[in-house]
């Protein structure tokens, strides 16, 4: 039974409760499931650890590509604006080119014309020379 009762000295029964032993094999396989246990969390801890690690390093490369890619943006943008600044600085030559253009067209046409009207002329010439 779990209670035994003892007489005491002052002849007073009291009750006590008996304890069974314990069978050695659950302490013993207390003691390896929380060991095993420990090994687990440990291990799944350090995976967490690890994973930890990996992403620090991935956001330090990323980081450090996203420097690179800043850089290189600024230099583009800076040899962009110097194409335009020397775009502006050839804006005046580009338009007597094209005022040049233009000019030599109009020089053109009427060099036609002339030659239209010299050959008429030399027509006409031949024309009276026969007469």
Do not use: H, W
């Amino acid at each position: 039974s779990f209670f035994s009762r003892k007489m005491s000295d002052g002849g007073v029964e009291t009750a006590e409760e008996a304890v069974e032993p314990a069978e050695p094999d659950i302490n013993e396989l207390c003691t390896d499931m929380f060991e095993k246990m420990a090994i687990f969390l440990q291990g799944e801890l350090t995976g967490t650890c690890e994973d930890y690690r990996l992403l620090e390093n991935m956001n330090k490369i990323t980081s450090l590509k996203y420097m690179e890619m800043k850089d290189i943006s600024i230099n583009i943008s800076r040899n962009l604006q110097d194409l335009n600044n020397k775009y502006a600085s050839l804006q005046p030559y580009l338009d007597q080119i094209n005022q040049i253009e233009e000019q030599v067209s109009a020089l053109e046409q009427a060099a036609y014309k002339l030659d239209a009207y010299s050959k008429k002329l030399e027509a006409r010439f031949k024309k009276l020379e026969k007469r």
